[in-house]
Structures are given as structure tokens and as C-alpha cells.
């Protein structure tokens, strides 16, 4: 006899659009409760207001929290602060994992080409929080990179360049630059494995016809390789530039006293209790990431996730 179980799952056999609804069904409903949700309410706080003389929040609709947010000169100083990071942190970082994702993709065999998945991703699989607090101890004074730099008699190099006013800080692990320095380190595995799929799927023969059509390798390189490349680094441009965007945590422990947006979102809405201000920063953000995310598509970089 036919159980009643076989009887549903032939009638979803012959249905897979309704099959194929209910099997994302429930991931739709959390993504749209606690993800879509919690953003949906972060954009109503946003435009509320705080009374200046009881603190209590009035739930009324206002665009005063964006003319705070916008009027102070020293928050418009930590949005490009953030996105000037974030877009370094990016640009370096595909500098550095290009030709690590080229010689994976193009020259590793198949013995090595593990080893270099495995050496990748390696980091990925340790604590976020203690490998920038491991970043805090190698750079600090008392470091292993200070000492080395010692033995080498380039301190002075470092304190020269801890005296530049866009970098300054007393050490390494309290400046722009050792935070720049963990960032590149953190989401380095996110903009290689992108460009590493994008130059596995180029074809073998169109590398062969350039060849034939009297192609040298730098000429491949820049009219063939780097052309279908280039949506797999604009993908990995999408993780880096995002996650250094939001990040907090990296600025609080590896930094300075000057503020990110992470770190302006969590003080307004913990120590000022001023949530509808950082609900408006942290819109500014979202709307970065916009923009980004729809360049990024126009240049192909879906397509190459």
C-alpha cells in the first residue's frame, strides 16, 4: 500500500516549482524576519529622534538624526576616514592576491594546487578575535616586530613613518597603518579565492591562440587574461571593501582614538544612548555598499561568484 508519505513526495516529484518553494520556504522566512527585518526597523530608528533635555527617544518621524549625522563636520571626517581605509585595504589586497591566485589557477600542479587551497584558507579557520589580537602583540613595542626591526637597525624607519600624520600612532598596533596591515591580513583569502575561480575558468585555448596569433606573455596577460580576470576581482573587491566598511572590532583593538563608522554606531547606541543617531550612521554604510554593488555589477562581478 501506497504510504501517504510516498503519495506527497510523488505529487512534489511532478511539481518542482512548488518543491523547490518549500525546501528554501523556511531560509526565506529567516532570511525575511531577522536579516531584511531587522534592517526594515533599523531604517524606522533612524528616523526618529532623541529629546535633548529628557534623553527619551520620540517616535515621530523626523530627518533631525541625518542633519546631526550630516551638520558635524567630524562625522563626515570618520565616513571618509572608513571608506578611505576600506578602499586601500582593497586595492593592496588585490594587488597582493593576484599573482597568488594566478600561480594557483596557471601553475600549480595538482600535488601543490591543494597546499595552496589548504595554506589559504588556513586562516579562515581560526578565531577571528585571536588573530587580531595576535596582530596586536607582533606589533607592539615589546613584538617580535620591533625587535627584528631593531636587530636590522631600521627603528628609525618605523618612527618615521609612525610620524606621518596620516599614519601616527606610538607603535604600530595604536596606528592607521598596523590597522591596515591586520585588514589586508584578514580578508585577504576572500579577494583571492574570486580571482582564483575567474582565471580557472579562462579557457586554455584562448591562451593558445594569443600564443598563435603571435601573443607575447605580457600581451596575453593584458589583453586576455587580465580582461576576464578582472570580474573575479571586482567579486573579491565586494567581500574586502564591505567587511573593512563595517568592521569595529579592528579599529577598537588595533587603532587609535580617531573614530570609524563601526565604532561610531556601537558608541552612540551603548555609551550615548543616542540610537536613532546610530541607526542614521549606520544607513550611511548600506548606501556605500549600494552604489558599490551596483557598479560591481555593471563590471561583471556576479558572474564571477
Not at 551638520?71 to 563626515?76: V, Y
Not at 598563435?212 to 606573455?217: A, F, N, R, S, Y
Request: include cysteine.
Amino acid at each position: 500500500m501506497t504510504s501517504t508519505f510516498d503519495k506527497f513526495f510523488t505529487f512534489l516529484f511532478y511539481r518542482k516549482s512548488l518543491a523547490l518553494f518549500l525546501l528554501l520556504a523556511p531560509l526565506l522566512i529567516w532570511l525575511g524576519v531577522v536579516y531584511l527585518g531587522s534592517l526594515f526597523t533599523l531604517l524606522i530608528q533612524s528616523f526618529f529622534s532623541v529629546d535633548s533635555f529628557s534623553g527619551v527617544i520620540k517616535r515621530e518621524f523626523t530627518l533631525e538624526s541625518y542633519y546631526d549625522l550630516f551638520r558635524q563636520s567630524t562625522n563626515w571626517d570618520i565616513i571618509i576616514r572608513t571608506s578611505t581605509m576600506a578602499f586601500t585595504v582593497t586595492v593592496v589586497s588585490a594587488i597582493i592576491a593576484f599573482p597568488i591566485a594566478y600561480y594557483m589557477a596557471m601553475n600549480a600542479g595538482p600535488k601543490l594546487k591543494p597546499i595552496l587551497y589548504l595554506g589559504v584558507m588556513l586562516p579562515l579557520w581560526s578565531s577571528y578575535l585571536v588573530k587580531v589580537y595576535s596582530w596586536k602583540l607582533i606589533m607592539a613595542k615589546e613584538g617580535i616586530l620591533t625587535w627584528c626591526l631593531e636587530r636590522l637597525g631600521l627603528m628609525n624607519v618605523l618612527d618615521a613613518i609612525l610620524a606621518l600624520p596620516v599614519i601616527g600612532g606610538s607603535s604600530l598596533s595604536f596606528s592607521y597603518l598596523g590597522m591596515f596591515l591586520v585588514f589586508v591580513y584578514i580578508w585577504l583569502p576572500y579577494m583571492i579565492l574570486p580571482i582564483q575561480a575567474s582565471l580557472e575558468r579562462i579557457p586554455k585555448s584562448l591562451l593558445e591562440a594569443s600564443s598563435d596569433l603571435g601573443g607575447g606573455p605580457s600581451q596575453t596577460f593584458r589583453k586576455v587574461i587580465l580582461p576576464l580576470a578582472f570580474p573575479g576581482v571586482v567579486a573579491g573587491s565586494i567581500f574586502t571593501f564591505s567587511l573593512s566598511l563595517g568592521d569595529y572590532i579592528i579599529p577598537t583593538i588595533i587603532g587609535n582614538s580617531s573614530y570609524f563608522i563601526g565604532m561610531a554606531v556601537y558608541t552612540h547606541q551603548g555609551t550615548a544612548g543616542n540610537i536613532p543617531l546610530a541607526a542614521a550612521f549606520s544607513v550611511v554604510p548600506i548606501i556605500i555598499m549600494m552604489i558599490y554593488l551596483s557598479i560591481a555589477k555593471r563590471l561583471g562581478a556576479f558572474d564571477a561568484l
